[in-house]
């Protein structure tokens, strides 16, 4: 077609020969003129048209805006426009915790929404969660009956009076029920001899009942006299081994929701008490249990597992699957022997899982049940069911009053009251197919799933001609094609300007070669060396586009992540972003728009310090040549911060309790809220206010940010608290501190110069002491020369001796 020759010539001319203003508003056209389809041209930008007059010229492009096409001879009632945008709120009942006349509670708010998606287009969907109170409970005792058990039964049976007192502490809307298990009946797990098989407990000399993989006792009641009873009737068995059917008992009380009595509207809670370990998958298959576990309900009349034998133990994967279909929690209650098990277990399960010691004798169970329930109920997380091109993400404030949203989509710490604001992020990235479709989207609380915010998503990828039957026979074309929306369209398998190209064809002539390659250019590759050329038509590779893949994709917004920002922003021309108005930058995310630089209050841009670049303050330098900080450029070094003044009277409001959270002065709306010894974020602009209380003063640090929330002009958070004795009493603390700290000084010097004599004097005696040692040391050392004058004589020994000598 001529208008297609003509497309690549336009580009060069666009961003060569024009304007910058004038190849804006020649790239929106051209943007338009490539697309041969009229899904592809209404997805391509808001301002896009198709004609679908069968009449229309060939020569001329279907796909442009509504002034051109019109100027081509395309008449008003066969141009395709864009569907307008729909947003309906089609169900919203108000938050609601359970009422005494039974009627349920509503946890989630709005309920159900339509809403439609353009290609790059994303909406922003708010609703808020908040945990009803008395929200009724199913709580199912699964207990380990083996012999090694037996002392916990009892346990729980003298827990008759304490039972139903704890749980009304929980809630008051609670039912119980009783099952147990052991083990499957068959070889190598149990003994096959007839006498062991009938009482398995002959070992310890005691009657006990035939061991059976799990047993249903007691249906969900709220009569707590007949569960105890039924655990109190109950009779124990035995196994040869120290695992036990754990997971088999699972799927029974998960998947046989009629005979347990599993409640729509309720919180869904498994308590599995056991000191053995567990089997999974393949161990049945020692037994000769072969099948796959069928993940359905087999009980019999008399509660009993009745195909253990034959369906192997389910997986963990299986149990996961089932937990999160049917919504129920579990409390693995279990010694400390087996806890590094189960903990293993925990890791795999652990959205739907919580992990308790038990006591040998199960005496904490009640603190168990208690820690467990409060643990599953105080963690909110949701999910969706998105399938399909639309995709889904999460943004929450997590119950904090003032608090900003962050990106997640679960929070913990949720107590009864909490109002837990979220916001869903809706985008369709691109159109997989260019048909008009709907999207179900169903987000609900991933514990619960009973209150569901269900999504309606229109998502408007084609054009209602495709529809219409062209009754003139007249218009005729050619073989293996069909007429759509005016133009004739190949069919399905089938390709190239005559439709008479099989795609499955991988020879292709030397005149389809040539439709792939750009006209006029030098380069003899097909497809610009980008892409693959199929029965005259490129498929480009990724990163490019365009007719011949000579077009780049254009830049990422860092706003959004999407091209050119998306629909709102700006449209992808052959690599370069046309921007819509108020929109600039490479890739259209830097808004023209200026209110966002100035401050609640006033009406300078930037406060007069500095400049508004892309929704932003840059911040101009003072006269001293420091430079303007804060979100407006209000505040330096040197200068008094005029929003702190300003802020100053909300917090003082909110200190006198004179206002609620929000709080308006001069017409401008502040959100005030406390988090003392909480970090400032690195743009929260620091204040001091400083008042007396309670006779003394105390000085209160506060930070304040610009708000993301509609209505509200600037997020207030009061930071830290510090109190003191006031001025005066401070000067007579400070001048007694004073002279204490002199006195103090002087003895200190003095015991200082004291202590340097004594050990000097200690230093001179000890050395007088050494020196004259030495002396008597050297006296001591007779002289050679030296001649004694004493004479000594001594008597011989055999000289008679006087008896009185």
Known sequence: ???????????????????????????????????????????????????????????????????????????????????????????????????????????????????????????????????????????????????????????????????PEMLKNLTDNFRLGFGSFAEKPIMPFISVDSGRRANPCTVEEEACEPTYSYKHHLSLTNQVNDFIESVNSSSVTANLDNAEAQLDALVQAITCGNRIG??????????????????????????????????????????????????DYPSIAQVYRLLDKYKVNVIFAVTESVKDHYDSLHQLLSDFTYIAKLESDSSNILKLVKMGYEDIVSVVNFEDDDLGPVKVKYFTDCGVKGGSLIETHRCTGVEYGMTLNFEAHVTLDSCSEFKKTQQIINISESQLGQDTLTLEVNIQCGCSCESDLI???????????????????????????????????????????????????????????????????????????????????????????????????????????????????EACDCTEDVDACIPPGEEEICSGHGDCVCGRCECASTIEGMRYTGPFCETCATCENPLCANAELCV???????????????????????????????????????????????????????????????????????????????????????????????????????????????????????????????????????????SKFTLPESYPRDRND
């Open 1 to 163: 077609m001529y208008y297609k020759v003509l497309f690549c010539f336009f580009i060069g001319y666009v961003f060569c020969q024009v304007p910058v203003l004038q190849q804006q508003e020649l790239a929106k056209k051209l943007v338009c003129i490539e697309h041969e389809e009229c899904g592809p041209c209404l997805s391509a930008a808001s301002h896009c048209r198709w004609c679908a007059d069968p009449y229309y010229p060939t020569t001329a492009p279907r796909c442009n805006d509504d002034e051109s096409l019109v100027a081509f001879g395309c008449g008003q009632g066969t141009i395709e426009r864009p569907e307008k945008p729909v947003w309906e709120v089609v169900e919203n009942s108000s938050l609601q915790d359970v009422l005494p006349d039974g009627l349920v509670a509503v946890q989630l708010q709005p309920q159900r929404i339509k809403l439609s998606l353009k290609a790059r287009e994303t909406k922003k969907i708010k609703f808020q969660y908040r945990p009803a109170k008395n929200y009724p409970l199913d709580l199912y005792y699964l207990m380990d009956l083996t012999w090694s058990m037996k002392d916990d039964k009892k346990t729980l049976v003298s827990l008759r009076d304490d039972l």
């Open 262 to 311: 599993w409640s729509l509207h309720s919180r869904k809670i498994i308590i599995l008490l056991s000191d053995g370990l567990l089997h999974t998958a393949g161990d049945g298959k020692l037994g000769g249990a072969s099948l796959k576990n069928d993940e359905t309900c087999h009980l019999d009349e008399n509660g009993y597992y009745a195909e253990a034998d034959k369906y």
């Open 471 to 585: 009754k003139d026979m007249s218009l005729s074309c050619p073989t293996h094609s069909h007429l759509v929306c005016g133009v004739c369209q190949c069919n399905k398998g089938w390709s190239g300007p005559k439709c008479d190209c099989s795609i499955e064809d991988e020879a292709a002539s030397a005149a389809l070669l040539s439709q792939c390659r750009e006209p006029n250019s030098t380069r003899l590759l097909t497809c610009s060396g980008a892409g693959d050329c199929l029965c005259g038509k490129c498929e480009c590779d990724r990163g490019f586009s365009g007719k011949y893949c000579q077009c780049k994709d254009c830049e990422i917004s860092r706003l959004n992540g999407m091209e050119c920002g998306g629909v709102d922003h700006g449209v992808c021309v052959c690599g370069l972003c046309a921007c819509e108005a108020g929109w600039t930058g």
């Open 652 to 790: 003082l409001c909110n200190l006198n309790n004179n206002c609620n959270e929000t709080c308006s002065i001069g017409g401008l709306n502040y959100t005030v809220s406390q988090r003392l010894d909480e970090d400032a974020k690195i743009n929260d602009i620091p204040c001091i206010l400083r008042r007396e209380e309670d006779g003394l003063e105390c000085e209160y640090k506060y930070t304040y940010n610009a708000a993301e929330q509609a209505m509200i002009s600037m997020e207030i958070i009061i930071r830290s608290k510090m109190c003191s004795q006031p001025t005066t009493a401070k000067i007579m603390m400070s001048a007694i501190i004073t002279m204490a700290c002199v006195i103090l000084g002087g003895i200190i010097i003095i015991l200082a110069v004291k202590s340097a004599q004594i050990v000097s004097d200690r230093r001179a005696y000890a050395k007088f002491v050494q020196e004259a040692q030495e002396s008597r040391k050297n006296m001591q050392e007779l002289n050679p020369l030296y001649i004694s004058p004493i």
